[in-house]
């Protein structure tokens, strides 16, 4: 099951940050949160993980709070190809672990 | 980033017809393989779990004899939609971690959409 909540949908203007939240009030210690986006009718893009410490990488950056229970995830310049639904998601860092999707939050980038 | 390729990517049967999709792998092995379903407009919803050389675990719900699930290889798994129906018609998405490695992240294939008539 599905163990984050995010906002239904978001706008955001061409050329501005895009920031994304995620509740995830529940996680474990050893849950990492996973980031994936997916553009319609194609399969889900991994964008960024952490577990504790802020992430960034040439797609995004990942803010986690100091709690664990919620993060952001940043696109610093949205462009028209961001548009896309952004999964959050939480899970133990072992590739034999089930990724749950929950509703995600389905990101418009206006011109 | 690793890449995971499915085909075919559309088809289209008649009721009554299985359809094989394939999930290969194709620069890394994975022992352990997840196939989703999408309806329109819907998240992601997980069927089965797909280990290599044994059997799938499935999720509540999903009906193993409906859905055939294969993984002969470290690279290949295959999901066989049995006597399809157009309640079948859906987008079907495979993934795959790096066996024994990596930071837990899944790759995802690109889809394979059915339309059942």
């Known amino acids: 099951d599905a163990k984050t909540t995010q906002p239904p949908s978001m706008d955001c203007a061409e050329g501005r940050a895009a920031n994304l939240p995620c509740n995830h009030s529940t996680i474990s210690g050893n849950e990492y949160v996973y980031w994936y986006r997916q553009i319609h009718s194609q399969g889900p893009q991994y964008i960024i993980h952490?577990?504790?410490n802020n992430e960034t990488n040439e797609m995004a950056s990942l803010i986690i709070t100091e709690d664990r229970k919620s993060s952001t995830l940043i696109l610093p310049h949205a462009t028209l190809r961001d548009t896309a639904v952004y999964y959050c998601?939480?899970?133990?860092?072992?590739?034999?672990?089930?990724?749950?999707f929950g509703t995600g939050t389905s990101l418009t980038v206006i011109p | 980033g690793a890449v995971v390729s499915q085909h075919p990517s559309r088809v289209i049967c008649k009721s009554g017809t299985s359809v094989k999709i394939e999930c290969r792998s194709l620069?890394?092995?994975?022992?352990?393989m997840f196939w989703y379903r999408q309806f329109p407009k819907k998240s992601l919803m997980l069927m089965a779990t797909?280990?290599?050389?044994?059997?799938?675990?499935?999720e509540q719900g999903v009906e193993k004899d409906k859905f055939l699930i294969n993984h002969a290889s470290l690279t290949l798994s295959t999901l066989t939609v049995t006597s399809a129906h157009p309640e079948d018609s859906s987008f079907y998405i495979c993934?795959?971690?790096?066996?024994?490695?990596?930071?837990?992240?899944?790759?995802f294939g690109e889809g394979s959409r059915l339309t059942v008539l």
């Open positions: 952490g577990l504790k």
């Open positions: 998601i939480v899970r133990v860092a072992n590739t034999g672990n089930q990724f749950y």
């Open positions: 797909s280990n290599e050389g044994s059997k799938a675990t499935y």
């Open positions: 620069d890394f092995q994975a022992t352990t």
């Open positions: 993934s795959a971690g790096l066996a024994g490695g990596g930071a837990g992240e899944l790759f």
